[in-house]
């Protein structure tokens, strides 16, 4: 059972174009992650937030933690061939213990 | 320095064989985690370790499922007689704290 859904699931766009990602649940959590996945890799950590209301930078990507610690969003600015991948947030809530409860992803194209 | 390592990457199994998985995880952490991520969806909660004990296996799809960490660092899953639902990517991860999970690879298991 995924707690988190994300959305869009695809999402195809030309370089040089800005996206939102959403992830959405009805829990709280204590904290969120997003993670990039490469195929035939695992997820690679992209950022942590904790706190509601929470905006983290990290060059081109603005992640956001929602007030009531429900959902997240991950902003890209002027998207690059490189930012291709499967993005994924997880979620650590008081019932899951140390679990990370993931959602299904966002694929992301990136086209020159 | 270096990450959480997998082996083996890939591994084909008949119907019915037993496999063992082996995670190394990044030297100092007390953390271990297995995932399950089967094709399109994201990575599915297994089992927890702190140091050698197991502390939640909650997430194990059934008692085909064992996994050990004896002396606190390697940690090996075994899937015994294994079915066709089986086939997935099994993820494993190593935290120092709570909120950050480092991935390996994974092992990319196959069922025929």
């Known amino acids: 059972t995924q707690l988190l859904e994300q959305s869009p699931q695809f999402l195809s766009i030309q370089e040089g174009e800005n996206l939102t990602v959403y992830c959405n649940s009805s829990?709280?959590?204590?904290?969120l992650q997003w993670y990039r996945q490469e195929p035939g890799e695992g997820p690679v950590l992209l950022v942590t937030?904790?706190?509601?209301?929470e905006v983290k930078k990290l060059k081109r990507l603005t992640f956001q933690f929602g007030d009531a610690r429900k959902d997240s969003s991950l902003h890209i600015t002027a998207a690059q061939p490189g930012d291709t991948g499967l993005y994924l947030c997880?979620?650590?809530?008081?019932?899951?213990?140390?679990?990370?409860?993931f959602g299904k992803g966002t694929s992301l194209l990136v086209t020159p | 320095g270096a990450g959480v390592s997998q082996s083996p990457r890939y591994k084909v199994a008949k119907r019915g064989q037993d496999v063992a998985l082996r995670c190394d995880p990044i030297?100092?952490?007390?953390?271990l985690f297995w995932y399950q991520q089967a094709l399109g969806q994201g990575p599915e909660f297994l089992t927890y370790?702190?140091?050698?004990?197991?502390?939640?296996k909650s997430g194990l799809p059934s008692d085909r499922f064992f996994a050990e960490r004896p002396e606190g660092s390697v940690s090996t899953l075994k899937i015994q007689r294994t079915q066709q639902e089986d086939s997935a990517v099994y993820l494993c991860?190593?935290?120092?704290?709570?909120?950050?999970?480092?991935f390996g690879p994974g092992t990319r298991l196959t069922v025929t």
């Open positions: 991860a190593s935290s120092l704290s709570r909120y950050e999970q480092y």
């Open positions: 829990s709280v959590f204590s904290s």
């Open positions: 937030v904790v706190t509601g209301g």
């Open positions: 997880a979620g650590a809530s008081s019932n899951s213990g140390y679990a990370l409860n």
């Open positions: 030297s100092g952490h007390v953390s």
């Open positions: 370790f702190q140091n050698e004990a197991q502390l939640d």
